[in-house]
């Protein structure tokens, strides 16, 4: 195998490693769907979903939005390690995304570990403050969490957002990013020692 070719495999192994493929942990989409509140673009105000993570990380997180409003709209996605509203600091990650009404609309981060089956916070923020509202399923559709707001999380509401998150499909996250420290150190030292074996053979 020639040396450029090991370093392609090398380049492509570190990219796989940084945008793997996103996998659906949780979810509620259950029928039938209703508009619940304005998405405002300051987090204490906006209501929060609380949830349990399946997988030891999380990567992205998503908010069904209502069929009000118009045009579209930038959107920050959270998960947090409290109920946001009242604990905006308890910020484990975050992304941005563009959304447009009546679909959803999805923000992914670097994957962090998590532990599985703890419970955790998803929240959104909007850049044009209330143009969009949230939604929302009753019945107790989703039984590991549900609704919040000022620190509570009202769970004998048995309403939630109509949300879901993502898991990261490596088998393993790296908290400092040491992992692909580690193989671009292997990349250089393949571009050294191919340089060696060429000096040689002149």
């Known amino acids: ?31 039938p769907v209703y508009l619940w ?8 105000s906006n209501w929060s979903q609380s949830f349990q993570q399946s997988a030891g990380n999380i990567s992205g997180g998503g908010f069904l939005l209502g069929a009000g409003g118009s045009g579209s709209d930038t959107f920050t996605i959270g998960v947090y390690s409290a109920e946001p509203s009242a604990n905006p600091g308890s910020l484990l990650a975050s992304g941005t995304a563009t959304g447009t009404p009546g679909n959803w609309v999805d923000a992914f981060w ?13 929240g959104i923020t909007s850049t044009t403050s209330s ?13 590991l969490g549900a609704i919040g ?6 769970n004998n509401y048995y309403v939630d ?6 898991s ?22 393949l571009v050294a020692l191919g340089r ?3 000096s040689n053979r002149a």
Do not use: E, W
């Open 37 to 44: 509140s304005p998405i405002y673009s300051s987090i204490q």
């Open 131 to 143: 143009n969009f509202t949230s939604t929302y399923t009753v019945y107790n559709s989703y039984p």
């Open 1 to 31: 195998m020639k040396l450029r070719h090991l370093l392609s495999v090398c380049t492509l192994g570190i990219c796989a490693a940084a945008f793997a493929t996103p996998i659906l942990d949780q979810v509620n989409n259950a029928d």
């Open 110 to 122: 670097n994957p962090i570990n998590v532990a599985p089956n703890a419970t955790l916070y998803l």
């Open 168 to 189: 990261d499909d490596s088998a393993s996250v790296s908290d400092s990013g040491s992992t692909l420290v580690m193989m671009a150190g292997s990349v250089l030292g």
């Open 149 to 154: 707001i000022g620190g509570y999380v009202y």
């Open 196 to 198: 060696r074996f060429a």
């Open 161 to 166: 957002l109509g949300f879901r998150t993502y």
